[in-house]
């Protein structure tokens, strides 16, 4: 019996060859315009460079591991791109490198930035340190830093200055540094006694840090948006969006004595893409995560320029 139909033929004679090279770029070009083939057609298109890594430093106590550290690491601490907890003592669940026996703030954290600096360098284009009661959206982290280099000598945080004029970072607020930053203070600075002293600070280490990070030319950086709204608050956030600092209250009085830009109404305007902030009761974490990262907002449009308006940061001038 002859054979009616021939797949050798079919895709190896010529005109078939010609008919089937235009139907599979006419197919290739289809899939790209589907909606649901974006993300494709995003690759194809883009070819900017990839978003920064950050590397997130989190610092805890043995005595906090289990009802305060451990629920950090179950929510947005894996937003980050690598993450280390730093503690004194081991923990099987948490993992930190474990540095023992350094009762001073400033002792710890400068052995914590050394040891980031000589194992984990590498996995970083900005470093993140912050505490273990701290609530932080990466995402939005991601997207301030997008306007800098990590090759740039800065750093950011809750911006505070002393009478002297000497500027730091608030400790509570979470720090962040470039590489080049983070770098320039292991090499430069912890190695040089003059203009970073390895003496005992207590409290005042993110002061000592600050002038040890002015000394090697690095610069404080300004965190707020363009609309002069905070990213990086010093207390909770239910604090700044529905009441208002209290100058009773020393740690309020401290802010409010030392705060880089002016503070009006006793309150700082928040911004909408808020970063870090301060979490009183630890196990309100999975509610900031929920609403941050898993709410939805149906058939409601996101109106910018109302929610500034009404959240008072329009018009603001530093």
Same mark, same amino acid.
């Given at each position: 019996?002859?054979?009616?139909? +021939? ?6 004679g010529? !005109?078939?060859?010609?008919y ?9 070009t289809l899939m790209?315009?589907? #909606?649901g083939? +974006?993300k494709s ?5 883009s =070819?900017?460079?990839? #978003? ?14 289990e ?6 690491h179950?929510?947005w ?5 690598h993450?280390l907890f $730093? ?5 099987h ?11 001073? @703030? ?9 040891y980031?600096y !000589?194992? %984990?360098?590498?996995? /970083? ?10 609530f $932080?959206? $990466? ?7 997008k306007?800098?280099s990590?090759?740039?000598?800065? =750093?950011? /945080?809750?911006?505070?200055r ?7 970072m ?10 080049a930053?983070? @770098? ?5 600075a ?6 970073c002293?390895?003496?005992? !600070? ?16 690095v610069?404080?950086?300004? +965190? ?15 604090? %700044? ?7 009773s209250?020393?740690?309020?009085? =401290? ?6 830009y002016?503070? !009006? ?5 928040v911004?909408?893409? +808020? ?10 974490? =999975? ?5 941050a990262?898993?709410?939805? $907002?149906?058939?409601? #449009?996101?109106?910018l320029?109302?929610?500034?308006e009404?959240?008072?940061l329009?018009?603001?001038t530093?």
């Amino acid at each position: 019996m002859p054979r009616l139909f +021939s797949t050798r033929r079919l895709f190896l004679g010529g !005109k078939n060859a010609i008919y089937l090279l235009i139907l599979g770029t006419m197919f290739y070009t289809l899939m790209l315009h589907l #909606p649901g083939n +974006s993300k494709s057609r995003e690759v194809v298109e883009s =070819y900017g460079p990839p #978003p920064s890594r950050i590397f997130c430093i989190i610092s805890t106590y043995a005595y906090r591991h289990e009802h305060t550290a451990i629920h950090i690491h179950r929510t947005w601490v894996r937003h980050c791109d690598h993450y280390l907890f $730093v503690s004194d003592d081991i923990n099987h669940y948490l993992e930190p490198a474990v540095f023992m026996h350094m009762n001073d @703030k400033w002792h710890r954290m400068r052995a914590y930035l050394e040891y980031v600096y !000589k194992y %984990h360098f590498h996995q /970083g284009d900005w470093f993140l340190y912050c505490n273990d009661d701290n609530f $932080v959206v $990466v995402e939005n982290l991601r997207h301030m830093l997008k306007t800098y280099s990590p090759k740039e000598l800065i =750093y950011f /945080g809750c911006k505070l200055r002393t009478p002297n004029g000497l500027v730091f970072m608030l400790e509570s607020s979470g720090i962040v540094f470039s590489a080049a930053a983070l @770098k320039r203070f292991a090499l430069m600075a912890l190695t040089n006694e003059s203009i970073c002293s390895s003496e005992t !600070k207590g409290n005042d280490f993110t002061k000592e840090l600050g002038r040890c990070l002015t000394n090697v030319n690095v610069i404080a950086g300004d +965190s707020r948006d363009e609309f002069q709204g905070h990213r990086f608050l010093p207390f909770e956030a239910d604090l %700044h969006l529905g009441s208002a600092m209290n100058e009773s209250l020393e740690h309020h009085k =401290y802010f409010l004595e030392h705060s880089y830009y002016p503070v !009006k109404d006793m309150n700082l305007p928040v911004s909408l893409h +808020s970063i870090c902030f301060h979490v009183q009761y630890i196990l309100n974490i =999975y509610d900031l995560y929920y609403f941050a990262y898993k709410t939805r $907002v149906f058939g409601v #449009p996101l109106n910018l320029g109302f929610e500034n308006e009404r959240m008072g940061l329009e018009n603001r001038t530093a």
